[in-house]
T-cell receptor, first 111, second 115 residues
């Protein structure tokens, strides 16, 4: 059973069309939840870390939020350069600090 | 500051061969982790090294091994390659991986194709 599930698997948006990506997790205790962006042919690049329910972080058109069971990555008025795969990773408290990654959401923004 | 460097960028091997991949972490980073990325399984953790010691290991067969040198550079080796080993192999470095807010810095990966 996956501990980290991301949805949708793929998302196509028109430029300017806002939407949200979801990351749900089932670990018993959360140490940290990470969002990464991965461009084709490159490794993931860090975006945000969230630690507790209610926390929010923003960067340009991206805003990440966290509840006790899931995180959302909101994309406001996206541009074609926001096209990438967005990965969520969860670090469990009390156990190994190695993060578990979701399978990602592939986002394509059409001009 | 130079990022994480992985070599080679691309590799083509045949079944039964072995392969060695190299990773140079960001200067000052002592932890190196290796991940396998495939379209079907996503990012799967292989192992993590810190100060030349393997501290964590994922659920992969013994054909997958690694090591870390005193300068923190790391290598991973896959012996007796199988078709299913075709994947993007990513290396990530971090300063103190067990810190609460520690993020990973990834290289661009080595794309391995097994024919």
């Amino acid at each position: 059973e996956d501990q980290v599930t991301q949805s949708p698997e793929a998302l196509r948006l028109q430029e300017g069309e806002s939407s949200s990506l979801n990351c749900s997790y089932t670990v018993s205790g959360l140490r940290g939840l990470f969002w990464y962006r991965q461009d084709p042919g490159k490794g993931p690049e860090f975006l945000f870390t969230l630690y507790s329910a209610g926390e929010e972080k923003e960067k340009e058109r991206l805003k990440a939020t966290l509840t006790k069971k899931e995180s959302f990555l909101h994309i406001t008025a996206p541009k074609p350069e926001d096209s990438a795969t967005y990965l969520c990773a969860v670090q469990q408290s009390g156990g190994s600090y190695i993060p578990t990654f979701g399978r990602g959401t592939s986002l394509i923004v059409h001009p | 500051k130079a990022g994480v460097t992985q070599t080679p960028r691309y590799l083509i091997k045949t079944r039964g061969q072995q392969v060695t991949l190299s990773c140079s972490p960001i200067s000052g980073h002592r932890s190196v982790s290796w991940y396998q990325q495939t379209p079907g399984q996503g990012l799967q953790f292989l192992f993590e090294y810190f100060s030349e010691t393997q501290r964590n290991k994922g659920n992969f067969p013994g054909r997958f091994s690694g090591r870390q040198f005193s300068n923190s550079r790391s290598e991973m080796n896959v012996s007796t390659l199988e078709l299913g080993d075709s994947a993007l192999y990513l290396c990530a470095s971090s300063l103190t991986p067990d810190a609460t807010n520690e993020k990973l810095f990834f290289g661009s990966g080595t794309q391995l194709s097994v024919l």
